[in-house]
């Protein structure tokens, strides 16, 4: 485990730590949150002793490995394989167990063609996902990850999330996405206000802990702030009195101690607001029998054909590298189709946040010249500055020329432009990249509130879930539009990978050699066939799989309470620390002890039982 103590950073004035304290206990999965520069990543660099503490301490035990995710490139092997495969260590045998790799990069995206591919070859996407399967194979005791979402496809994203949940160290993450990090997480620890809070639960437990937190200390200022001038009434009244002198003193040194009387500062969070402009009719765009390639490359798009009308909600989503951003550079007619058609109403209006986008920004221009280039009337010119200060470049911000800008600021650039003009659809393409939390959720209530057509090309699952009510489907090597939810195609179709035997969905657990019955037919008799054979098939495969469903289920329930104590305990560690109870933080600490081998003993028993369970399942097909 990882204790940080009291801790304080800053860079010139900016003050992003001040006595900030935390504890990453056995087995946590902690998600660290907070706005964007207030000191998450270099936390991280702190802890990795990349960066400089200016007080306090980071204790770290003894041989306690940590794995970080560089963003640096240092590849040394002539395949993506034996790259991979170069940080695994032999295990008690003396082997080198490379299939653990290989369901990582095949969990991680990577086919059985691209092992084999130089690794200077790989897109650079691609390149730090070997990275991230360097690091995951390496097994560390803790797993330190900086936004590993970035370069993810949904798929990828998927199968992260499940390999995660089944660490058995500890991991400490940070994500601008609230679904991932909910799935991943047992803990969230919150940046907020130069300290760190911590709560067991979600990003929104921790949300609102700080809420009544905030609305406590808000009370508690203002009844101080009026305490305070009663005080400073009575010291005015008495203070050339000699016989009252020293209850002068003594009401100073009181008042000294309360509050300033002013109020708690707020954090700002971006305010989105898109512009309607009216369309009159229904249908906005017609797409028939529309075929893309580049070059003479594979075929993207195949005979998709679909129309889309006012106030429809489209997500277009599938792996990395299909097609999803070509389908929306196709509408935007910024690319031509190889065949079939797509007709635009005469009344539409479209503003496009594309990835390519971002890099025809003016860069000479200031950010309030380059949104005020996207307002036509020329009395409404004024609104730039306004609409700046909403993407957060409030005050000489909005002077700064383009080019200093930071990839995430020119991205909000390029929101500001939208904001400034109407249109009646909206084309994004990864808006949520470089948000934070957040401002995700106004970009969310933004597109609620929007009475437009919105087309969104995203891999963030609490967007999807919240937004989209007709989907565009890329994977399997087909394109094709599903009519409803991201649940609902969750529940009714699923991606391709996740069918597999020993695809993504399989790849998450490791799966030992294990004695299970060896006599089960390879498949489950079709019913048309043999209906008896079929039942009886059935029953037999329940006497196997139902008894380790409930074992496991029952370690799990285990599992939760012996980590609930161990919370428990860590509080009173810290309460024994304070007071300096030298017996209770020896008895404590024996019990937190006691209770550690308990959880690795379950850990270890789950482990066993959930690789029959899967081995089983394998055996047993239905």
Partial sequence: MIQIQNISKSFG???LLDGASMLVGDHERVGLVGRNGCGKSTLFKMILGQECIDGGSIDIPKKYTLGYLQQH????HATVHEEACSV???????????HKVEAILFGLGFDEESMHKSPALLSGG?????NLAKVLASEPD?????????YLDIVSMRWLSRFLRSWKGEVLLITHDHHFMDEVCTHTVGIHRHKMRKVKGTVEKLRETIAEEEEVAQRTQENEAKKKAQLEQ????FRYKAAKAAMVQSKIKAAAKLATGERLTHERNLDF???EAGFPGKRMLQIKELHFAYGEGPELITDLTMEVFKGDRIAIIGPNGRGKTTLLNLIAKELQPTAGEISHNPNLQINYFGQTNINRLNLDNTVEEEIASAIEEVSQKSRARGLAGLMMFSGDAALKKVKVLSGGERSRVLLGKILASPCNMLLLDEPTNHLDMESIES??????DYEGTAMVVTHDEELLHAFATRLVVFDGGKCRVFEGTYADFLEKVGWASEKKPGGSESANIKVSNIDVKTDAPTSAPRAKEDRKARADYIAERSKIIKPLEKQLAKLEEDIAKAEALGGELEAKLVTASETGDGNAITAIAKDMDDNKKKVDQLYEEWEKVSAELEAAKDKWKL
């Fill in 13 to 15: 004035e900016q003050v």
């Fill in 73 to 76: 490139l240092n590849f040394t």
């Fill in 88 to 98: 695994l260590k032999p295990n008690e045998d003396g082997w080198i167990e490379e």
């Fill in 126 to 130: 691609f390149q730090i996902r070997l």
């Fill in 142 to 150: 803790m797993l330190l990850l900086d936004e590993p979402t970035n």
């Fill in 234 to 237: 009575v010291i005015e009244r």
């Fill in 273 to 275: 607001s898109f512009t």
């Fill in 443 to 448: 970009l969310i209530d933004a597109l609620e």
